[in-house]
C-alpha cells in the first residue's frame, strides 16, 4: 500500500525526468550538427562578413576561464600596447597647471583640491570625523602641509569619541 502511494507521488517526476531526457538528446543531436558544419563555417563565414572567434580556432574549450597562458597575455595585452586602463590619468609633473600634492615629502602630483589621491582621501576621511587639521587647507601650496600620522585601535577609537564629543559640544 504504501509502495502504490510512492509510485503515484513518483509518476509526474518519472514523466518529466522521461521529457527532459528527450530533449537532452535532441541537444545532442543539434551539437553533433553543428560540430560537422563548422569547418564550412569557417570557409564560408568570411565570405558574408562572420568574424570567427579566436576561442573557436584554438579549439574547443569549456565554459569558464580562459587557459592560464591565454589570460596572462590578454590582460598583459592592453597595458602593455598602450591600451585604455581605467580611471584619470595622473597629471604629468612637467605639463603645464600640474602641481605637488600639497603633503611635505609625497612628491606624487595633485589631484583634487592640491593633494594626491591617497592624502584626499585622508583629508576626506579628516573631514568626516571632524579632525581635520588647520594647516590642512583646499589648495594648499605644493610641500607646504605638514602630515599627520592618524592614530590606530584603541587610540583611534578614542580619539574618534573625543572628537565626537567635541562636535556634540561645540
Same mark, same amino acid.
Given at each position: 500500500?504504501?509502495?502504490?502511494?510512492?509510485?503515484?507521488? =513518483?509518476?509526474?517526476?518519472?514523466?518529466?525526468?522521461?521529457?527532459?531526457?528527450?530533449?537532452?538528446?535532441?541537444?545532442?543531436?543539434?551539437?553533433?550538427?553543428?560540430?560537422?558544419?563548422?569547418? =564550412?563555417?569557417?570557409?564560408? /563565414?568570411?565570405?558574408?562578413?562572420?568574424?570567427?572567434?579566436?576561442?573557436?580556432?584554438?579549439?574547443?574549450?569549456?565554459? +569558464?576561464?580562459?587557459?592560464? %597562458?591565454?589570460?596572462?597575455?590578454?590582460?598583459?595585452?592592453?597595458?602593455?600596447?598602450?591600451?585604455? $586602463?581605467?580611471?584619470?590619468?595622473?597629471?604629468?609633473? +612637467?605639463?603645464?597647471?600640474? $602641481?605637488?600634492?600639497?603633503?611635505?615629502?609625497? +612628491?606624487?602630483?595633485? $589631484?583634487?583640491? /592640491?593633494?594626491?589621491? %591617497?592624502?584626499?582621501? *585622508? =583629508?576626506?576621511? =579628516?573631514?568626516?570625523?571632524?579632525?581635520?587639521?588647520?594647516?590642512? *587647507?583646499?589648495?594648499?601650496?605644493?610641500?607646504?602641509?605638514?602630515?599627520? *600620522?592618524?592614530?590606530?585601535?584603541?587610540?583611534?577609537?578614542?580619539?574618534?569619541?573625543?572628537?565626537?564629543?567635541?562636535?556634540?559640544?561645540?
Amino acid at each position: 500500500m504504501i509502495r502504490n502511494e510512492i509510485e503515484v507521488q =513518483l509518476k509526474p517526476l518519472r514523466d518529466v525526468v522521461a521529457r527532459l531526457e528527450e530533449g537532452t538528446a535532441d541537444l545532442d543531436a543539434l551539437r553533433n550538427v553543428a560540430e560537422r558544419l563548422a569547418p =564550412l563555417a569557417e570557409v564560408v /563565414g568570411p565570405l558574408f562578413g562572420a568574424q570567427i572567434p579566436a576561442a573557436a580556432k584554438a579549439g574547443r574549450r569549456g565554459p +569558464g576561464r580562459p587557459a592560464t %597562458a591565454a589570460r596572462s597575455t590578454v590582460t598583459a595585452a592592453p597595458a602593455a600596447a598602450g591600451g585604455k $586602463r581605467r580611471g584619470r590619468k595622473p597629471a604629468a609633473a +612637467g605639463a603645464d597647471g600640474a $602641481r605637488a600634492c600639497a603633503i611635505i615629502g609625497c +612628491g606624487k602630483p595633485s $589631484r583634487t583640491k /592640491g593633494y594626491c589621491a %591617497a592624502h584626499y582621501q *585622508k =583629508l576626506r576621511m =579628516l573631514e568626516k570625523t571632524n579632525r581635520r587639521p588647520s594647516d590642512w *587647507k583646499d589648495y594648499a601650496d605644493p610641500d607646504s602641509v605638514d602630515d599627520i *600620522k592618524l592614530p590606530r585601535g584603541r587610540a583611534a577609537s578614542k580619539a574618534l569619541a573625543a572628537a565626537a564629543q567635541a562636535g556634540h559640544a561645540g
